[in-house]
């Protein structure tokens, strides 16, 4: 009686452990299989791969590798140390997160179970990556500033210093805002709290975006400033030479225009992608449609697969250094550094 009583307190405890072997211990007949399991969970299916999902991981891997190529090159060559060069490299770091975050939602999504602490994960990544990207795209218009007021001083010590401070700066308010879903700011208790963007919190998603737009405007004025600087520049210039050769005039408009019409094209990116999901997440709820979220979401995301192309690529220097990696005996490999540098 006692043995029977302790195998049926261990049944009890352990209920799994008489159906895994397949008979009942006070019959004394023989293990039975198969035994059929009615208790046991559902196993969770994996939903059929879609397009979107192609693209997601897709675009996840076009970016990280971009941005990485990027990272290398700045960090792989000792000329490269300016204030620009960690700004842009600070930029490819967060652009590269942010195709790693794609990366692990299509993973999560179609081809293991999703669970709380996935969605928290790629959420908080996400989010820190976006705005470090956005802060580091302010510190690039700020040096952009910097470069063209104090061009003297541009370069120096001191100004890498100052540099390396915004960006521990950047970096820590980004890892921190990006803490703040696993930190239990989020709405997978409280699905009435959420925002457009679950798990996020409304309150949270708010607060985010506002910060994204008060960025976004900074960022407007710090170019207003670039180019009433160069305005002031050029008329200098245009004011000490008394007498300008023939073919000055056409030249100077040349690179003007080109100059505006670049700093338009990157206004214009910028803004194209940052001010719909800022806006959005400040207007939109739960309720919302998920198209219009991913219909402004997807810009955000795709200033990652721009950023490399617009600040880093179009560079003089960093391209100089790809195209001596790659063609080493065609291209020859300078030392000497533009300040301020075209980006």
């Known amino acids: 009686m006692a043995e029977g009583v302790e195998v049926g307190i261990a049944g009890q405890q352990f209920p799994w452990f008489s159906v895994y072997l397949g008979w009942d211990e006070s019959s004394g007949a023989e293990p039975l299989f198969p035994v059929d399991q009615p208790d046991s969970p559902p196993q969770y299916e994996v939903p059929p791969l879609t397009v979107w999902g192609v693209a997601l991981c897709v675009s996840g891997t076009l970016i990280a590798a971009e941005n990485a190529i990027v990272i290398t090159t700045i960090l792989a060559t000792p000329s490269l140390r300016a204030p620009v060069f960690l700004l842009l490299a600070s930029l490819g770091l967060a652009d590269l997160l942010a195709g790693v975050a794609l990366i692990l939602h299509f993973l999560f999504l179609f081809c293991v179970e999703p669970n709380d602490w996935s969605e928290l994960l790629t959420s908080g990544l996400l989010v820190t990556s976006l705005t470090a990207s956005l802060c580091s795209l302010m510190g690039v218009a700020l040096d952009r500033y910097l470069s063209l007021s104090h061009a003297l001083t541009y370069g120096s010590g001191q100004s890498r210093r100052r540099a390396a401070i915004l960006l521990l700066l950047v970096w820590l308010g980004a890892v921190l805002i990006g803490a703040g879903p696993a930190m239990g700011w989020h709405c997978l208790e409280e699905p009435n709290s959420c925002s457009v963007a679950r798990p996020l919190t409304r309150t949270y998603l708010s607060l985010l975006c506002g910060g994204f737009l008060v960025v976004v405007v900074v960022t407007l004025q710090l170019y207003?400033?670039?180019?009433?600087?160069?305005?002031?520049?050029?008329?200098?210039?245009?004011?000490?030479?008394?007498?300008?050769?023939?073919?000055?005039?056409?030249?100077?408009?040349?690179?003007?225009?080109?100059?505006?019409?670049?700093?338009?094209?990157?206004?214009?990116?910028?803004?194209?992608?940052?001010?719909?999901?800022?806006?959005?997440?400040?207007?939109?709820?739960?309720?919302?449609p998920p198209l219009y979220t991913y219909a402004t979401l997807v810009p955000a995301a795709g200033s990652s697969l721009l950023n490399p192309i617009l600040y880093s690529l179009r560079n003089k220097d960093i391209r100089k250094v790809l195209l001596h990696a790659c063609c080493p005996h065609r291209y020859s490999h300078s030392s000497h550094i533009h300040y301020p540098v075209d980006v």
């Open 224 to 288: 207003a400033g670039i180019c009433r600087v160069a305005r002031r520049h050029a008329h200098a210039i245009a004011t000490q030479r008394h007498f300008l050769p023939s073919n000055q005039p056409y030249a100077s408009k040349h690179s003007s225009g080109r100059g505006f019409s670049r700093l338009i094209l990157v206004l214009s990116v910028f803004v194209g992608c940052w001010m719909p999901f800022s806006l959005w997440g400040l207007l939109g709820d739960a309720s919302s």
